[in-house]
């Protein structure tokens, strides 16, 4: 089994950035897929971006492309998602995945984890 820990969100103000990470355990992540969803009141869970095990590939939404950049340390089993230029509509409930076979984990994952919270103010 793994376990996804989210940390880094939080309050800002339009504008700002934010630093998430994703630290994984149970086992090495290093060949999963890894990506963000996040999950807004009201509103279904949305695909943010993902990462290839290798970290080679990267794909975007296209409403957090040019704004949102995801990278990951295997040696620290973790996933970041270096957020700028964040809009109020970006708040919601941030939520790691990751999946040991999917190239890309924007239409599967096995695993998610807790979600942190990300408030934009405008």
């Known amino acids: ?8 969100g939080g309050l800002v103000q ?14 090495t992540v ?9 999950q807004a009141p009201g509103k ?6 993902g990462i290839s095990g290798s970290g080679s590939s990267t794909s975007y939404a296209d409403y957090v492309k040019g ?3 995801i990278s990951r340390d ?3 089993n973790t996933v970041y998602l270096q957020m700028n230029s964040l809009k109020a509509e970006d708040t919601a409930v941030y939520y ?3 999946d040991p076979y999917a190239f890309s984990v924007a239409r599967t994952y096995s695993y998610r984890g ?5 408030t934009v103010s405008s």
């Open 44 to 49: 279904e869970r949305e695909f943010v971006s």
């Open 96 to 98: 790691c995945v990751a």
């Open 74 to 76: 295997n040696a620290k």
């Open 67 to 69: 704004r949102f950049t």
């Open 114 to 118: 807790q979600g942190t919270q990300v």
């Open 30 to 38: 290093s060949t999963y897929a890894m990506g963000w969803f996040r």
């Open 14 to 27: 339009a504008g700002g950035s934010l630093r998430l990470s994703c630290t994984a355990s149970g086992r």
């Open 1 to 8: 089994q793994v376990q996804l820990v989210e940390s880094g």
